[in-house]
């Protein structure tokens, strides 16, 4: 089709005669395939906001309708649409309104009308290309008297060609396979084997050589395509295509080295142009639709409030704070101009590529046809997300086998997506993403144009072909499945049953009216306790455990099956132990039995003992250097016990909130950082 990158005039000249309607049984006929092909350039054309102008030609219609018909001259050819901008009303044409005729014309005097096409309506218009796209059969009769004059014309005005037909054409004998191993073998309509095709189409085969070799040489055999095979090259929709804009700017590394740069788009996420719009519903038109805002207050009345009389706000948890525009406006960074500044310099391996994020990828050049930089967004603190998993280290449940992490390796190996020959030294990457269209625009586009040409109709599936190129690649999948197999026998499922939850006469014979008295039954003054009915009937409570020390602990105080001292040391002892693991799930496990200390040593007047623990709590930190979990503490609020809430503690509520500031060493710190191997974020982070 029509080369990409400048606006180009294309005109496509379409067979429409009687022969291209004959098909062998239970196959599309030239006519249908034709029009498919045309369908889908057009198509991609609109779907892509492509600035090129389309016009149709049609030859072997019943009428006449062209510019150099005279007499018995340029017969049975039509000009269907004339140059301008492709849209649906073309799609629509090409779909319902092109019929076959029932006579035939000369398809070179059919291009001789498309070059006049060219010719005259492109006066006054910047076209860098002018193209000509014939489809046909080759059944019809044609003479070879201006052939000459043909090829000069083109020629002289720099028109390109190319050639559609029902079969392949070969560069040696008059058809065949052209031999592109690349592309799959099915077919959308006939082949047309050497000994198919008429006397008069293998004439017009050659003829059709003759002229692409004299335009192009031997190259201009490859303009000439089978339908079977340009459907499959057209079946994707062609994105939007926008040129790189450069971006000058200094790169500037200290005060005194200033470097002029070029900065392109190499690589940017596409979205979905957001052009939806609001019409009415009868005439289609959006200038028929009237919005209008109103403000009111929230009163009985709904009294309209003048949008002057409007401020916005910003909502910070339950309060909204005023914000004007020209709060706005004073808030945003005021710079002297563009700026590109080098901050430092890191080793590549502290830069993981985890960190990289952003939608697009700069090339950053300074000189003409000198090296480039690539330029990738780094996260800020806010960026990052943290996760809390539990360890598998220590859970004998849960470690594999020696067999089974073999077969765990041996399928991510079989899974790869590269293939290495060891003989070439080469790299084939058997899924290129960069090759693979954006399904979700893929599937709007289709939707799009089914709902403009079929109204009425509900829309279709998924197109296979979209389907099929998110499938792995067969190669892939076939390699995998022993691996698959293997884990399949050693890492056997077995159905969970969910077990029945035991039921007492109480819970089922239970009066309805004795559900508020129960639940006030199991409240003490402080609220709901925490601890169930369910939690006692499975034994009484000893001593804290290492599961749920926390509840262990509650329950011990509460029923009293142990002294507060007592309690609190066990409780103590297993804190300790959880800090020692150095690990983020027992720190949350830690935080919750302090809390649980703190909110019982309040209930039972112990907090002067929770008050010593909290301090030896926090020069145990820092002499683990615990920062981060101290963090958590700090983070939770979890202070000693002041004044306010218990009426004989020492600790006023200043102290208390003093008490929860990290102890800052910046030099310590950072001589520890350096030791350990710290990088450079480490240091940033103590300035």
């Not at 899924?431 to 009425?456: E, G, M, V, W």
Request: aromatic share 8%; charged share 30%.
């Amino acid at each position: 089709m029509a080369r990409s990158g400048s606006k180009a005039a294309v005109v496509l000249c379409m067979d429409v005669g009687f022969a291209m309607s004959n098909s062998l049984p239970g196959e599309e006929s030239p006519f249908e395939l034709a029009k498919k092909v045309m369908t889908m350039f057009v198509q991609r054309q609109v779907f892509a906001e492509s600035k090129d102008e389309i016009a149709l030609v049609l030859f072997g219609t019943d009428g006449t309708d062209n510019a150099l018909a005279c007499e018995d001259q340029y017969q049975n050819i039509t000009v269907h649409r004339h140059l301008m901008l492709p849209d649906f009303d073309l799609l629509e044409d090409i779909e319902s309104k092109i019929q076959p005729g029932s006579q035939q014309a000369d398809f070179l005097d059919a291009l001789i009308v498309c070059m006049d096409v060219i010719q005259q309506e492109t006066v006054g218009k910047k076209f860098e290309k002018r193209h000509i796209e014939v489809f046909t059969d080759l059944s019809s009769p044609f003479s070879k008297d201006q052939l000459d004059t043909i090829i000069h014309n083109l020629r002289k005005s720099s028109i390109s060609l190319q050639f559609f037909l029902p079969f392949p054409v070969g560069k040696e004998d008059g058809a065949g396979d052209r031999g592109d191993g690349n592309l799959p073998s099915d077919h959308h309509g006939p082949s047309f084997p050497l000994k198919g095709i008429t006397e008069q189409q293998k004439e017009g085969i050659r003829m059709v050589k003759r002229v692409m070799m004299s335009l192009e040489g031997e190259d201009g055999l490859d303009e000439i395509y089978s339908f079977s095979e340009s459907l499959r090259q057209l079946c994707i929709f062609k994105k939007i295509e926008k040129s790189s804009m450069p971006w000058p700017c200094q790169l500037t590394i200290g005060s005194n080295l200033s470097i002029k740069i070029l900065a392109y788009k190499s690589i940017l996420q596409e979205k979905v142009k957001k052009t939806w719009t609001v019409v009415d519903a009868r005439t289609l038109k959006k200038e028929d639709v009237h919005r209008e805002t109103v403000y009111c207050l929230n009163d009985d009345d709904e009294t309209e409030v003048p949008k002057e009389d409007t401020i916005q706000g910003f909502r910070y948890g339950s309060d909204i704070i005023p914000f004007s525009k020209v709060d706005e406006e004073q808030m945003k960074y005021k710079s002297e101009g563009k700026c590109f500044s080098v901050l430092g310099f890191c080793r590549s391996s502290q830069v993981h590529w985890k960190y990289f994020i952003g939608n697009q990828v700069l090339k950053v050049f300074a000189a003409k046809d000198d090296e480039c930089l690539v330029y990738v967004q780094l996260p800020f603190m806010e960026d990052l997300r943290q996760y809390m998993f539990s360890s598998l280290k220590n859970n004998k449940k849960y470690t594999p086998t020696e067999a089974q992490l073999s077969a765990v390796d041996a399928l991510i190996n079989s899974m790869s997506l590269v293939k290495k020959n060891e003989e070439e030294d080469t790299i084939e990457d058997l899924f290129p993403t960069t090759k693979i269209p954006n399904p979700q625009f893929q599937r709007l586009f289709q939707c799009l144009l089914h709902r403009a040409l079929h109204p009425q109709k509900p829309l279709p599936p998924v197109q296979q072909h979209v389907l099929n190129m998110l499938d792995p690649p067969t190669e892939v999948t076939a390699r995998c499945q022993a691996p698959l197999s293997k884990i399949k026998t050693l890492f056997p499922l077995t159905e969970a049953v969910k077990r029945k939850e035991q039921r007492t006469a109480q819970d089922i014979f239970q009066d309805k009216h004795e559900e508020g008295t129960l639940a006030k039954k199991i409240k003490t003054e402080e609220g709901e306790a925490h601890f169930s009915l369910s939690g006692l009937a499975e034994g009484p409570v000893t001593k804290v455990g290492s599961v749920n020390p926390a509840e262990d602990f509650r329950v011990l105080v509460r029923q009293k099956n142990a002294s507060f001292e007592e309690a609190s040391h066990q409780l103590i002892n297993h804190i300790e132990q959880f800090l020692d693991t150095n690990e983020t799930p027992y720190f949350m496990k830690t935080i919750d039995c302090i809390r649980v200390f703190r909110e019982e040593a309040i209930q039972f007047s112990e907090h002067q003992r929770f008050n010593d623990f909290l301090k030896a709590l926090r020069e145990k930190v820092e002499i683990k250097q615990l920062n981060h979990f101290w963090d958590i503490v700090i983070q939770d609020g979890i202070t000693l016990i002041a004044k306010d809430e218990a009426s004989g503690s020492s600790v006023t509520a200043e102290e208390a909130r003093k008490f929860l500031a990290r102890k800052e060493n910046p030099k310590q710190d950072a001589e520890a950082l350096l030791e350990e191997g710290g990088d450079v974020d480490d240091l940033l982070d103590l300035i």
